[in-house]
């Protein structure tokens, strides 16, 4: 019955966890020195204040499968998906991902990815 028991609190403390969330995207810069100034500077403590890591962030990128969309790829992680949510959605954010958007880049897809591995 202790076993049991055990069993049930480590399951229940588990459900409770915040799941890991990563986002991936990939982006067509039009000017890498007009990106990194005006983007990639004022993004980071944006990016930190809400717990987020830059994992990689590269212009080599290379796509084993389906085609590529862009010239640079960077990969994020969050401590669970509001956290993710509330920077893409944060005021903080919003000038820079409208400057991204509309100035710096022509083409972007970014992906959440929970930290997981499902069931087939």
Same mark, same amino acid.
């Given at each position: 019955m202790e076993m049991l028991c055990i069993s049930v609190l480590t399951f229940k403390k588990f459900k409770r966890m915040e799941q890991k969330v990563y986002i991936f995207g990939q982006m067509k810069v039009k000017n890498y020195e007009d990106y990194f100034t005006q983007y990639g500077s004022p993004?980071?403590?944006i990016?930190? &204040?809400y717990k987020g &890591?830059?994992?990689a962030a590269t212009k080599n990128g290379r796509t084993l499968?389906?085609?590529t969309i862009g010239n640079w790829t960077v990969l994020m992680q969050f401590p669970s998906k509001n956290m993710a949510y509330n920077f893409v959605t944060s005021e903080e954010y919003a000038?820079?991902?409208k400057l991204r958007v509309?100035?710096?880049?022509?083409e972007t897809h970014a992906v959440l990815i929970p930290e997981e591995? #499902? #069931?087939m």
């Open positions: 993004f980071l403590p990016l930190e &204040k &890591k830059l994992l499968e389906g085609e000038p820079l991902m509309n100035s710096l880049t022509d591995i #499902a #069931a």
